[in-house]
């Protein structure tokens, strides 16, 4: 199995701040990387996809970057409705596997 | 506008069968792949399996001696059986959907979620 290996679990932030969550692959996946957000009792939702790509409606704060094993989510200006929690998925390779999630905390 | 919604019971005892199913609106199932993923309390994202809409599967290895995955095309529904069920297996079920032939490939629609507790 591909092992998604995310950090940091936990941050704490202020509105306004610069946030970046990494996401290291146990093995080269490509580009083959998704970017999600979840908010307490919802389904995750898709903000970036093929490691790099905004999906369409979500804010320019957001980005992906990287390729291979190691990717970057960055929030460049955090809002208060983007306190949640992210998760990566590779899905290069069987089984699909998450990384264990990063909670992006009011501080 | 393309929708999932999901149904199935939300509370067994152990041994029993977990059985749940995701109906796909605006959407064919051809082209896809259309998938379980689980949540336990508190925890993170687990990929249990997919189906494609010739009927073809994928199972995640730790599950699949216990997993079926199955489709109704004449219902453009398809279903999640998990069977001989544990405490472990009580987790927020998902339904989603991705690409199969074309990027990209991972889960862009998903379902409302369905809790399933096993308990005695």
């Known amino acids: 199995d591909i092992q998604m290996t995310q950090s940091p679990s936990s941050l704490s932030a202020s509105v306004g701040d610069r946030v970046t969550i990494t996401c290291r692959a146990s093995?080269?996946?490509?580009?083959?990387l998704g970017w999600y957000q979840q908010k307490p009792g919802k389904a995750p939702k898709r903000l970036i996809y093929?490691?790099?790509t905004l999906q369409a409606g979500v804010p320019s704060r957001f980005s992906g970057s990287g390729s291979g094993t190691e990717f970057t989510l960055t929030i460049s200006s955090l809002q208060p409705e983007d306190f949640a929690t992210y998760y990566c998925?590779?899905?290069?390779?069987?089984?699909?596997?998450f990384g264990g999630g990063t909670k992006v905390e009011i501080k | 506008q393309v929708q999932l919604q999901q149904w199935g019971a939300g509370l067994l005892k152990p041994s029993e069968t977990l059985s749940l199913t995701c109906a796909v609106y605006?959407?064919?199932?051809?082209?896809?792949?259309w998938t379980w993923i689980r949540q336990p309390p508190g925890k993170g994202l687990e990929w249990i399996g997919e189906i494609n809409h010739s009927g073809s599967t994928n199972y995640n290895p730790s599950l699949k001696s216990r997993v079926t995955i199955s489709l109704d095309t004449s219902k453009t529904q398809f279903s999640l059986k998990l069977s001989s069920v544990t405490a472990a297996d009580t987790a927020v079920y998902y339904c989603?959907?991705?690409?199969?032939?074309?990027?990209?490939?991972?889960?862009?629609?998903w379902g409302q979620g369905t809790m399933v507790t096993v308990s005695s």
């Open positions: 989603a959907r991705r690409n199969r032939n074309h990027e990209p490939r991972s889960f862009d629609i």
């Open positions: 605006g959407a064919s199932f051809s082209g896809y792949y």
């Open positions: 093929a490691a790099s």
């Open positions: 093995q080269g996946i490509r580009n083959d």
């Open positions: 998925l590779q899905h290069n390779d069987y089984p699909l596997t």
